[in-house]
């Protein structure tokens, strides 16, 4: 077992290194030089090289990468080239949002999708099955950003049941603002629900059907066991292990899920965050958002496959 662990957090590690190398070069190989937002037109020479060496945009690229990895060993993700503030400190405000729309959506998903999909396969072939069947089809198909512009449009800008935009009406205090957050939240977290329930829910009912099929099931109904217990304890218990590492994946598919939705409803989360620093081509914020993500879906992922190894010990062979 602990070899087992160490191998998957080596892994992660490896793949959060290949991430942030990967983001470092790509980001500077955007068209575009951020150097000319910061320079402005009244400094001199000198000011211009002073304030470029004081972010070491002036020394070569590799020198740059070694520096920065060396920062990031010690915990430094830099200084906001537009907003002259600690890329971390401006992470660790935006990142509440989108923990919470994220998180909400995940826990809405497998609160829905357990049910749905376990009556699904306890009726197969009637209208609930045949409705699933659909609605996990549809959803490998659906763009996220496409349904929160259709939510946005009909029912927060047409119907007006929903904010358009933000996170929480102005000037509100105590149980009000939370009210109004949780107003603000039901179309964003719908539009992540919507495209992850279905295929979710799918999957579980496709095991499902194969576990009550097992002859242990047979053997438990055939010993008097109510079919309420011979599917809610005994085969739920180990159709759900198979949907756990789509768990871990949809995790990871719903920060980048919520990344989208942000900008399409100005949430302040990280993802909207991710979209300004674009525009301001600030590449310590991009760098420290995108490490942000990188190391949720990585962690997510690792952590999801040592549980499951907790639960099936055969996965460790």
């Not at 060396?70 to 971390?88: C, D, K, Y």
């Not at 496709?206 to 066991?225: C, H, P």
């Amino acid at each position: 077992m602990a070899r087992f662990m160490l191998s998957r957090a080596l892994k992660a590690v490896l793949t959060v290194w290949i991430a942030i190398t990967s983001t470092f070069f790509l980001l500077r190989m955007l068209p575009g030089d951020p150097t000319a937002l910061m320079v402005e037109g009244d400094m001199t020479p000198e000011m211009q090289a002073a304030l470029l060496k004081t972010y070491g945009l002036d020394r070569p690229l590799w020198e740059q990468y070694v520096s920065y990895l060396r920062e990031l060993l010690q915990g430094n993700l830099g200084i906001s080239f537009r907003q002259i503030q600690s890329v971390a400190d401006i992470i660790v405000d935006r990142l509440p949002w989108t923990l919470l729309l994220a998180g909400s959506a995940f826990v809405i998903t497998i609160a829905v999708g357990i049910p749905i999909g376990v009556s699904a396969a306890v009726h197969r072939g009637r209208w609930l099955d045949r409705m699933l069947q659909a609605l996990g089809i549809g959803g490998h198909a659906l763009f996220v950003p496409s349904v929160a512009m259709l939510l946005l449009v009909f029912l927060g800008a047409r119907l007006g049941w929903f904010p358009i935009g933000g996170a929480v009406d102005p000037d509100t205090r105590g149980a009000a603002a939370y009210l109004s957050l949780a107003h603000h939240l039901v179309l964003p977290v719908l539009s992540l629900v919507l495209v992850q329930l279905g295929p979710y829910a799918l999957t579980l009912r496709t095991n499902m059907i194969e576990v009550l099929g097992e002859d242990y099931i047979r053997a438990a109904q055939a010993r008097g066991l109510s079919a309420r217990r011979r599917v809610w304890k005994h085969g739920l218990r180990n159709a759900i292990l198979p949907a756990l590492t789509l768990m871990g994946l949809q995790l990871g598919t719903l920060v980048g899920g919520a990344v989208l939705t942000e900008t399409v409803f100005a949430y302040p989360g990280v993802g909207r965050l991710i979209f300004e620093a674009v525009g301001q081509q600030d590449y310590p914020v991009l760098q420290g958002a995108f490490i942000m993500l990188a190391v949720t879906v990585v962690a997510a992922n690792a952590l999801t496959d040592m549980l499951y190894a907790v639960l099936n010990p055969r996965i460790r062979l």
